[in-house]
């Protein structure tokens, strides 16, 4: 369309505000990580002077096929990957009043098996071994960040506690063979379940 000279001005401001109003939108990318897993950031839309991070998503691809979703929001620390076996941490909507908020937590998966939420078995090894209350240990618990060290897996615990006593956290280190046990009691005594916001089926207690 032609615009007069003085009509070319305001057609740049037109857009710029248009721009503005309506963001722009940032491009999905894919992270391989190995054995077929992925972290996948979404596209979202940004408002203009707005710099919100987007949503990843951890998934898993066989080789030449779709990416299959493995749980749709992660935390936003590194995930673990050890031969078909995945220890990441996913964002977990719970009820608050009526409010759906959401915390993270700890979750183990073998593809194309459903993840499975650890967290609370986690936290009961640590307080046994530690002569801790596990009632306690589950309320004051705030994150648990993975990592390989050693051959093992390495588990920090932060805590958010007033008490002199409490830690603030704390280190957790399992052997492959007790994460492997640690599955198989969930995968007997769990049950299947689905996030109250994003509606994926895990297995949890």
């Not at 589950?138 to 648990?144: D, S, V, Y």
Request: aromatic fraction near 12%; proline fraction near 5%.
């Amino acid at each position: 369309m032609y615009f007069p000279p003085s009509d070319k001005l305001w057609g740049l401001a037109l857009a710029l505000v248009c721009l503005g109003l309506t963001g722009c939108q940032s491009p999905k990318t894919v992270k391989t990580l190995g054995s077929g897993y992925e972290e996948t950031a979404h596209a979202m839309h940004a408002w203009a002077g707005e710099s919100e991070l987007p949503r990843v998503s951890f998934e898993h691809r066989e080789s030449g096929g779709k990416p299959v979703l493995i749980w749709p929001s992660l935390y936003g620390v590194n995930e673990v990957i050890k031969g078909d076996l995945a220890v990441f941490v996913g964002d977990k909507a719970y009820m608050d009043e009526g409010d759906k908020g959401i915390h993270p937590r700890l979750f183990a998966v073998k593809f194309p098996d459903l993840p499975m939420d650890i967290t609370d078995e986690v936290l009961w090894y640590w307080s046994k071994s530690a002569g801790r209350n596990f009632n306690n240990t589950l309320n004051k618990f705030t994150l648990a960040t993975p990592e390989e060290k050693d051959g093992r897996l390495e588990l920090q615990i932060d805590f958010w506690s007033d008490e002199k006593d409490w830690p603030d956290k704390v280190m957790v280190q399992l052997d492959w063979s007790q994460v492997s046990a640690i599955m198989k009691a969930m995968k007997k005594k769990g049950v299947v379940k689905k996030d109250l916001r994003w509606h994926t089926a895990y297995i949890g207690e």
